[in-house]
């Protein structure tokens, strides 16, 4: 069976790095496309589909925020962000704008490659919902999810948009009903990989999914905060036929 290279798009504004990608992507088996600016970006999206975008967060013009800003609007393509700031806050906007990881600047190509095939796996294995355990639609509280499509509707039958991020993170809630889950858990069971030394991000993803499910921080009824603990999804989660 021939198997059909991943589409990626490096979006950044150094030519040695974009160069750099290409030639390191490339030799492991990936179709690597480059893109100097958010002009760029639009016209290869206008031929190309791609599995992934990576795309350098300090840019002239349209930077790393308002590409991926304006790509979850009509996208759930999965984003790498690339930063060479050492501010948190940066990676904490980036992962609330969508981002699905972010790496810091300069980092070794190994470990780039580790994350975007990490991203591919959890993205493919979504889509495909190869599983024969995991059944294609579910209800939970007032809401139900298509696993396949990633449509997730409410009471009114109003669909809302999920980035992959916020299906992965919601997937995971559902595979562990009222049940108790720490931060460094969610991290590994939507990341692949353990949680670094104080990292947050999870509060920023579980945030932003709360705000899909037209909840917040103080008023959660469906995701709970269990106060040292970590989160709860309070619903039961029942097969739809």
Sequence with gaps: MTTIPATLIVVDDDPEIRELLADYLGRHGMRALMAEDAEALRRLLAV????????????????????????????DVPI??????????DRILGLELGADDYLGKPFNPRELLARIKAVLRRARGQQEATDPAQARLVAFGDWRLD????????????????????????QVFLEHPEQVL??????????????????????VHVCRLRQRLGEDAQHS??????????????ARVEVLP
């Design 48 to 75: 190309e589909t791609p599995d992934l975008l990576i795309v350098d967060l300090m840019m002239p013009g349209d930077d790393g925020f308002t590409i991926c800003r304006d790509l979850r609007r009509h996208s």
């Design 182 to 203: 720490s931060r460094d858990a969610l991290f590994e069971l939507t990341r692949g990989r353990p949680a670094p030394p104080l990292d947050r991000s999870i509060d």
């Design 221 to 234: 009824q469906l995701i709970r905060t269990v106060r040292g603990a970590g989160y709860v999804l309070t």
């Design 80 to 89: 790498i962000m690339l930063t060479a700031s050492a501010d948190e806050t």
């Design 147 to 170: 696993r396949l499509t990633r449509e997730l509707v409410d009471a009114e039958g109003q669909h809302i948009p999920l980035s992959g991020a916020d299906f992965q993170l919601l």
